[in-house]
């Protein structure tokens, strides 16, 4: 009867993973040991399934260290979508949240939320957002989000004081 073999408890292989494509750092370590590896004579199809990836992949890994070093192993940055607002109309829209309240443009409120946000960039600059969108995009302005509390105009603060 054989041993049994050493299992990894409390962990998955998932949050493993995540754990080491979480930091630069531990991906760019095991890119260049792969590169070591190589350069030790190891072959990089025997390589693609230590490290779960395509001999191609490891072949550019190899490469790029050989044309730029470490930063060679560094993902480069991924272009994405182009915004739908320009830099200028974000600044603009954080300078309108930050000193301008919504009643001054006709909503029937004094605070700013998703869907009046998203209703003032639709008429001001005519582009449709989903609320959820909107509240990305007011983390990348700096915004956080911060909960109101009532004030109630017929509240006597004296009596209010009494009491506590």
Do not use: C
């Amino acid at each position: 009867m054989g041993r049994k073999s050493l299992q990894v408890q409390g962990y998955s292989s998932e949050e493993i993973r995540a754990l080491f494509t979480k930091d630069e750092r531990y991906t760019i370590g095991i890119r260049l040991y792969a590169v070591y590896q190589v350069s030790l004579g190891q072959a990089s199809r025997k390589l693609e399934s230590l490290y779960n990836t395509s001999f191609k992949q490891i072949t550019n890994w190899v490469h790029r260290f050989e044309e730029f070093g470490l930063e060679g192993l560094k993902d480069k940055p991924k272009s994405g979508r182009k915004p739908r607002l320009a830099e200028e109309q974000l600044n603009e829209l954080s300078s309108v949240l930050q000193n301008n309240r919504p009643d001054e443009f006709g909503y029937n409120t004094a605070t700013w939320n998703g869907p009046i946000i998203k209703d003032y960039i639709e008429k001001h600059y005519h582009v449709a957002y989903q609320k959820a969108q909107v509240y990305n995009l007011l983390k990348k302005l700096g915004f956080t989000y911060q909960k109101g509390r009532a004030q109630y105009p017929e509240a006597d603060e004296g009596k209010r004081e009494e009491f506590i």
